[in-house]
């Protein structure tokens, strides 16, 4: 691993994750180098690109993940489960409306960091405006390109993955890496 890898994540105080965010970027940059040699086809360069993005969307959420828990414990991410139970039917106004009696139940749900995925990330992210909706909304395209690794919910047919895809991805988790070290140092 060189240098470069780890002075870019500098700022991350958990050492396992610094460690493993830094040898994801040494298999990118590994990989990237594969993508332009005249060695592979064009359908093993996208491959090799779709795996980046892969490699490179971990990273993303990662690196959320890690901000959201600088910010929030897992008791302030867990929602409330709210369900009404009707105790007694008390008059019927007309075929689609009744007055009732019953109960607003509330119950806290379960949450934990280590059980969160990049969608609920985004979301809780933007939910305690740790992200802003820009930011949020190309997070979600990254998501939406690595996912696309799921063959069983594709629409289409999955054919490439262009440079312009992998153009897109590295420069969000470029945005969201100075985003989170900018907040970590403010």
Request: charge should be negative; include cysteine; charged fraction near 25%.
């Amino acid at each position: 691993m060189n240098a470069v890898h780890q002075n870019l994540f500098y700022f991350i105080d958990d050492s396992i994750l610094r460690q493993n965010l830094e040898r994801v970027s040494s298999h990118i940059t590994t990989l990237s180098l594969l993508i332009f040699s005249d060695e592979y086809s064009s359908a093993e360069r996208s491959s090799f690109r779709k795996t980046i993005i892969i490699h490179t969307a971990s990273q993303i959420e990662a690196l959320l993940l890690w901000y959201l828990k600088q910010h929030k414990t897992e008791e302030e991410c867990a929602g409330v489960e709210r369900t009404f139970r009707i105790d007694q039917h008390i008059y019927q106004l007309s075929e689609n409306e009744r007055i009732v009696r019953g109960s607003d139940i509330m119950k806290q749900q379960k949450f934990k960091f280590q059980n969160v995925n990049l969608a609920q990330l985004v979301h809780l992210c933007g939910h305690f405006e740790l992200l802003s909706d820009t930011m949020a909304e190309r997070v979600q395209e990254v998501r939406k390109l690595r996912n696309r690794q799921h063959l069983g919910g594709l629409a289409t047919v999955d054919h490439a993955y262009s440079a312009e895809d992998l153009a897109f991805v590295w420069e969000v988790s470029e945005e969201v890496l100075e985003y989170v070290k900018k907040q970590s140092n403010a």
